[in-house]
């Protein structure tokens, strides 16, 4: 028997009406929900393009810096650095990942060992450094040509690989510079005294302290405020160095909480402020290379140094995290030129006329804060100087 829709009450029939248009609104919002779902980032061709046109270009620049002199094959001994090695292949150092060849089966591929035999090859007409043994009973290497490449494993401690820079240089700096506001300063726990009222404390002195305490927190490290931090072009200030001092434990707590110095690197003073100890450590498995973008700063300050420094000193810029620097990025230094009168000018002006500046070095970039960075000489032919100018290689 058919029902016709006239003998629904309207009670029923408003119900069957509102479920109707329930449904149609919920398939309506998935519908418009599934339009604007996020797609998968497509990566243009071009953009593909431009990064491979770019590898290229890298890898063309490599092949133009092999150096004539460059040794057919090296026994690679303690002591070396990755920097060194690159050195003997490379007038340019830091393109050394363009003809590093990477194994894909080496947990890190870029580490190399006292004892690989690292031997200048030409793959498809690009030069690569391959890790292996000599091709002849002799012990000679064979001589330069195109190779097929094939796989190979082997497995070492991370500790037994050379390192990428002298380590020696830069140790007390890879935990230990901190840059901090006056603020911080202002506010950070100070030493108020010793138990035997000396003036000049070390490695194992009681100290009293002073200031708001975290008492989830025994371990501090002591600094000293050290050098004002200031722009030489704006003027701005941008950070206090603190000079670290040592390391206290603090035993009890109170005003003023009790502690002992448990090291020292230097002489701790009355005043000196407590900072949370900074954790964060560098890892050495990176290799120099240029930043992506042009870099141009100054030296605002240089470390244990007066007058100037040379190859293996440390050196603070007016560039930091927000300028994009990171960890590893090499910036040359240019020593300004000097102002002269031109004497023969023909119009009888005597001009002041400002020469340009000059290479002095190449500084590799191994700490970095929002405003500063620590960098490390790597090489130089002359001395540098503060407010000598810093800017990308090229």
Not at 112 to 141: C, F, Q, S, W
Not at 312 to 333: K, M, P, S, W, Y
Not at 378 to 389: G, R
Request: aromatic share 8%; with cysteine; glycine share 8%.
């Amino acid at each position: 028997m058919k029902t016709s829709v006239s003998h629904i009450s309207p009670a029923i029939l408003t119900l069957m009406l509102s479920a109707a248009l329930s449904a149609c609104s919920l398939w309506s919002s998935r519908s418009e929900q599934a339009v604007s779902a996020p797609q998968p980032e497509q990566r243009s061709g071009t953009i593909v393009q431009a990064e491979s046109d770019a590898a290229a270009s890298r890898q063309r620049a490599a092949a133009q810096s092999i150096k004539a002199s460059h040794p057919r094959t090296y026994v690679v001994k303690r002591g070396d650095t990755l920097w060194d090695i690159a050195s003997l292949f490379l007038q340019d150092p830091w393109y050394w990942p363009e003809i590093w060849h990477e194994n894909p089966q080496v947990e890190n591929p870029h580490l190399i060992y006292p004892g690989d035999i690292l031997t200048l090859v030409y793959v498809n007409g690009m030069p690569r450094i391959m890790v292996g043994k000599p091709v002849h009973a002799t012990g000679e290497a064979a001589p330069l040509s195109e190779v097929k490449m094939s796989p190979s494993v082997r497995r070492n401690t991370l500790e037994a690989s050379i390192k990428t820079i002298p380590g020696d240089a830069i140790r007390q700096f890879l935990s230990k510079p901190r840059v901090v506001s006056k603020q911080e300063l202002d506010n950070a726990p100070y030493i108020v005294g010793s138990d035997d009222e000396h003036l000049i404390l070390g490695e194992g002195n009681n100290v009293y302290v002073r200031g708001e305490i975290d008492k989830e927190r025994v371990r501090y490290t002591v600094y000293r405020p050290g050098t004002e931090l200031i722009d030489p072009d704006s003027g701005e200030v941008l950070g206090y160095e603190g000079v670290y001092a040592g390391e206290v434990h603090i035993s009890k707590y109170g005003d003023p909480a009790i502690g002992k110095l448990t090291f020292t690197e230097r002489e701790v003073l009355i005043g000196d402020r407590l900072l949370p100890t900074d954790k964060s450590k560098i890892d050495n498995l990176y290799f120099p290379r240029l930043p992506d973008r042009k870099i141009n700063g100054k030296i605002i300050h240089l470390t244990d140094a007066l007058f100037g420094i040379a190859k293996f000193q440390i050196a603070v810029i007016n560039q930091g995290d927000r300028d994009g620097l990171e960890t590893g990025h090499l910036l040359a230094t240019y020593t300004k030129g000097k102002q002269i009168k031109d004497k023969f000018d023909r119009n009888g002006n005597s001009d002041v006329l400002d020469l340009p500046a000059s290479r002095s070095g190449l500084m590799m970039i191994f700490r970095t804060f929002d405003h500063v960075s620590y960098g490390l000489i790597l090489e130089s032919t002359k001395v540098i100087h503060n407010h000598d100018l810093v800017r990308t290689p090229g």
